[in-house]
């Protein structure tokens, strides 16, 4: 049985539906009910949904064998998993933002609120600028506004959410998508089910381009 953590959500949504075309399918999971976990004996998989943020915390540790995870946690946790597969789902980007009149002038420590204090600490750090780092957990946009930080690093998908608090973004980082991502060992122990899934999946991603 293959164990696989799906981020919950809208984005999992759209990764189950890329996992059941490409042939492992496990119709409970479409029940309306709050069960976490769902089987197909028959196709060999085994899903659960868990927090985006955690699934790579399951599969470093083994209790998932593959999972998706997004570009920006693999990034700021830098786990230890392999990345197999670039999904093409869930694509945004990492960005500094800030209010529309805002320029560094590169004299002061910058603030800089976010939840990718990692991510954040490497991009100025290859810049050779200080920082100051303020961890937020959610609505980094209120920062600026109300002068907790210079600029934000944050994630900007359709840029609605800079756009309505008057902010916009200032330069880009990285671009993110969704990553399937595997264990370790249980890429050697497990392989040949692995790499089956993963060459289906792959003609997923190709016929949704
Ligand atoms: C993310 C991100 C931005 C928003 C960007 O927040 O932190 O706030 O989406 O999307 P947009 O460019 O399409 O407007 P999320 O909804 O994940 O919640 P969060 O505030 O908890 O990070």
Same mark, same amino acid.
């Given at each position: 049985?293959?164990?696989?953590?799906?981020?919950?959500?809208?984005?999992? =949504?759209?990764?189950?539906?890329?996992?059941?075309?490409?042939?492992?399918?496990?119709?409970?999971?479409?029940?309306? &009910?709050?069960?976490?976990?769902?089987?197909?004996?028959?196709?060999?998989?085994?899903?659960?949904?868990?927090?985006?943020?955690?699934?790579?915390?399951?599969?470093?540790?083994?209790a998932a064998d593959i999972?998706?995870?997004?570009?920006?946690? /693999?990034?700021?946790?830098?786990?230890?998993?392999?990345?197999?597969?670039?999904? &093409?789902?869930?694509?945004?980007?990492?960005?500094?933002?800030?209010?529309? =009149?805002?320029?560094?002038?590169?004299?002061? #420590?910058?603030?800089?609120? #976010?939840?990718? #204090? &990692?991510?954040?600490?490497?991009?100025?750090?290859? /810049?050779?600028?200080?920082?100051?780092?303020?961890?937020?957990?959610?609505?980094?946009?209120?920062?600026?506004?109300?002068?907790?930080?210079?600029?934000?690093?944050?994630?900007?998908?359709?840029?609605?959410?800079?756009?309505? &608090?008057?902010? =916009?973004?200032?330069?880009?980082?990285?671009?993110?998508?969704?990553?399937?991502?595997?264990?370790?060992?249980?890429?050697?122990?497990?392989?040949?089910?692995?790499?089956?899934?993963?060459?289906?999946?792959?003609?997923?991603?190709?016929?949704?381009?």
């Amino acid at each position: 049985m293959l164990n696989v953590a799906l981020p919950k959500g809208r984005l999992g =949504e759209k990764v189950y539906a890329m996992f059941e075309a490409a042939g492992y399918e496990c119709p409970s999971i479409k029940e309306n &009910n709050r069960k976490l976990i769902f089987e197909n004996e028959e196709r060999g998989v085994r899903y659960f949904w868990v927090k985006p943020s955690d699934v790579a915390i399951y599969v470093e540790r083994g209790a998932a064998d593959i999972g998706v995870a997004g570009k920006d946690i /693999l990034l700021e946790y830098a786990p230890d998993v392999y990345e197999l597969l670039d999904l &093409n789902l869930g694509k945004c980007r990492m960005a500094v933002a800030a209010p529309n =009149e805002f320029h560094d002038d590169g004299q002061k #420590t910058l603030k800089v609120a #976010t939840k990718f #204090t &990692n991510i954040a600490a490497d991009y100025y750090a290859s /810049l050779g600028r200080e920082i100051d780092i303020i961890k937020l957990n959610g609505s980094i946009e209120i920062a600026p506004i109300l002068k907790l930080s210079d600029v934000i690093v944050d994630i900007v998908e359709t840029g609605t959410t800079l756009k309505e &608090n008057n902010l =916009e973004v200032k330069s880009e980082i990285v671009p993110i998508s969704a990553r399937l991502i595997a264990n370790k060992s249980s890429f050697k122990f497990k392989g040949d089910d692995i790499e089956k899934i993963v060459e289906s999946i792959k003609k997923q991603v190709q016929a949704n381009d």
